[in-house]
């Protein structure tokens, strides 16, 4: 019964995410080696909304009641409301049973704070989305369809790391700020992911809920650490192969997933390497300095992975890393700075918006900037959260083209 609960999950959401992209890919391979007359039509399928997230709620609960970690729901109204809550739906993160099901069915009374606290965080999320990661958009999208050089490449995977980051992270507040409005508070799912020194780091910091999903459900099940190194690193392959096709199972998706992988191992096999370097040279690792190489170091091997992740096919991903190589010309970066679809003004309005962000993330991990702010005095609060407000209105992006309302403010 188990089984088949999981196999029908996982294979519904098989079938929808992987059936058009290689019922094409077959077809163009039998034409490539036969002259049969094959043809393959694409199904225009009705995808319900947040079917990844959902059916990894369903499954994670379904093995959850079979290892008797949670008891099986009475109530299938109950059920459907973990299943379908709202603000978990379009972005995640994946909840467990035994996280949410109190808060939803619990009585919650009005909280001014809930309200000012959840009103915070969404605002937070939208400038994050509409300041940051849709602008980000625009450059990111020129350079991943112009490489014009490796230093162009590279400084867009940067920036794709950073638009990604604001993008999800900024959904995640707003869905977070909206919940909390009603007194419930979601899994958190980024903590600090530019912060991580290592991949694994960044892993546990980065997506926590699908990171933890994997390990619990499918590395965890395959035998984890517990049969030996080889047996361990063929886990990580197949477990990051797996989180390749869920974000949605092309060839570049798949590379970026093995990528992952294989760093982990590489990780492993050369910490006594690096363990010996660091007695040779006296480095003490307990320093900024050290600590700060490390950040270094994750955040280029992060960047470089997320090529084939957002490169338009796994040939267009080998295009731009082969110019890393033979083509990385830096000066052709600075003269075409202002030329990614983005006014000089707009670069500079992003990069003031880029460095807020990362500015107040770091603050928020010494002191909490809500509570903080509940401590000013009312006209102080009441002006923080209208600048909030009106900048975000004024420098947010509403269009393809990066239009803003500064723009007919400024012109």
């Not at 700020?177 to 960044?202: C, H, Q, R, W």
């Not at 910091?205 to 035998?223: K, Q």
């Not at 007695?279 to 091997?301: A, M, P, Q, W, Y």
Request: glycine fraction near 6%; include cysteine; aromatic fraction near 18%.
């Amino acid at each position: 019964m188990l089984h088949s609960v999981i196999v029908s999950n996982i294979g519904l959401l098989l079938f929808i995410k992987l059936l058009n992209y290689y019922g094409n890919l077959l077809v163009r391979v039998i034409k490539s080696t036969t002259t049969m007359p094959f043809e393959f039509h694409t199904l225009n399928l009705l995808v319900p909304l947040g079917v990844s997230y959902f059916t990894l709620q369903a499954v994670s609960y379904v093995i959850d009641v079979n290892r008797k970690k949670i008891t099986a729901e009475d109530s299938l109204l109950t059920y459907l409301l973990f299943i379908s809550y709202f603000p978990l739906i379009t972005q995640g993160p994946i909840a467990r049973y035994n996280q949410m099901k109190n808060q939803l069915c619990e009585y919650h009374s009005f909280s001014y704070k809930n309200i000012t606290h959840g009103a915070q965080l969404a605002v937070w999320g939208v400038f994050k989305k509409l300041v940051i990661a849709d602008r980000l958009v625009i450059a990111v999208t020129d350079i991943f369809s112009n490489p014009r050089s490796g230093s162009v490449v590279i400084f867009g995977a940067f920036l794709f790391s950073i638009q990604l980051y604001a993008d999800f992270s900024g959904c995640m507040d707003l869905v977070s700020g909206y919940s909390e409005m009603f007194g419930i508070t979601l899994p958190v799912n980024f903590s600090f992911p530019f912060s991580a020194t290592s991949i694994k780091d960044f892993w546990r910091r980065w997506h926590i809920s699908l990171g933890s999903w994997l390990r619990d459900y499918v590395y965890i099940p395959l035998g984890g650490s517990r049969k030996g190194k080889i047996r361990r690193f063929f886990n990580i392959l197949i477990t990051f192969f797996v989180s390749g096709i869920w974000h949605g199972g092309t060839l570049g998706y798949l590379m970026w997933g093995i990528l992952h992988g294989l760093y982990q191992i590489l990780e492993d096999l050369l910490l006594p390497l690096k363990e010996k370097s660091i007695r040779f040279f006296r480095v003490n690792k307990e320093s900024d300095g050290f600590h700060i190489i490390e950040r270094i170091v994750t955040f280029f091997l992060v960047s470089f992975a997320w090529i084939f992740f957002r490169a338009d096919g796994a040939a267009a991903a080998l295009h731009m890393i082969k110019l890393l190589v033979t083509d990385f010309r830096l000066w052709t970066l600075f003269q075409n700075i202002y030329s990614f679809g983005l006014s000089e003004i707009y670069t500079w309005f992003l990069f003031v918006a880029v460095a807020t962000m990362f500015l107040v993330e770091n603050v928020h991990k010494r002191i909490h900037v809500r509570d903080y702010i509940d401590l000013q005095p009312l006209p102080v609060r009441w002006f923080i959260y209208m600048s909030a407000v009106v900048v975000v209105i004024l420098t947010g992006n509403y269009g393809v083209d990066g239009t803003s309302m500064f723009r007919y403010a400024y012109s």
